[in-house]
């Protein structure tokens, strides 16, 4: 079954290949949003959780490469790089980087449907199996819904900020992130954010969360490497 309602996201700086991409996909049931950049596909992933992403490696600014290293560290969503044909180094380290497949330009619209139409299948497939709330040391966190509450069921209120970087913990459970990767987490970074920043956040989380770095139960520290979330989820 073809999920027609599937929303993808096209991100390309040339605006002839990118709304004839928009319209050919469009016809096909898909709900498409154009953006021209990184700048306002970051503002449509705070928002909204699209099934896939078609990204031109070449943007002006921050370019596919990027885009895919960033949000492949905070969620699973299906990838689709667009290639010159001479990016021959750029696809192989945009798979490493997680995305899931590309075509070359100038692609075949045929081709890239039937890839289109191949991840998203695999990728409701794995959404199934993507748990949305989790449970960790008496608290309740909606993971795609920026939504925690304590054992009272209080809610906690958490910035968007705190809720990706909650949500890369929880997602890696055991796995000691350092902050660049923590950083990379965080989809709205302002002027002089650094990985200080990081140490910042997972504070207030802490505090948040009552969590006391001498006797963590939640978030580790792991000495010189970053921070690793320790509780057990079910
Ligand atoms: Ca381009």
Redesign the pocket.
């Known amino acids: 079954m073809i999920p027609t309602a599937a929303h993808i996201v096209v991100i ?3 605006p002839v290949t990118r709304m004839a991409l928009a319209g050919y996909l469009g016809s096909f049931g898909y709900r498409v949003t154009e953006c021209a950049g990184a700048e306002a596909a970051e503002l449509v992933l705070a928002q909204e959780n699209p099934d896939l992403l078609i990204v ?1 490696i ?2 002006a600014g921050k370019d596919g490469l990027e885009i895919t290293r960033e949000q492949r560290a905070r969620s699973e969503v299906g990838i689709i790089l667009l290639s010159g044909r001479t990016d021959d180094v750029d696809r192989i380290v945009g798979l490493e980087l997680g995305a899931d497949d590309y075509v070359c330009k100038p692609f075949n619209r045929r081709e890239l449907l039937a890839r289109v139409k191949n991840l998203l299948r695999r990728t409701a497939a794995m959404r199934q199996f993507t748990r949305r709330v989790v449970h960790f040391a008496g608290y309740s966190f909606d993971t795609s819904a920026r939504h925690l509450t304590d054992t009272a069921g209080q809610t906690i209120h958490l910035t968007r900020g705190e809720y990706e970087m909650l949500r890369a913990f929880v997602l890696n459970p055991g796995v000691v992130m350092d902050r660049d990767r923590l950083l990379a987490t965080i989809t709205h970074r302002q002027n002089g954010t650094n990985t200080r920043t990081v140490d910042v956040m997972v504070k207030r989380l802490r505090g948040k969360l009552g969590d006391d770095p001498k006797v963590p139960r939640i978030f580790g520290t792991s000495h010189g490497e970053g921070y690793v979330f320790t509780a057990p989820l079910s």
Do not use: G, K, S
Request: glycine residues 0%; proline residues 0%.
């Open positions: 390309e700086d040339e031109d070449n943007l």
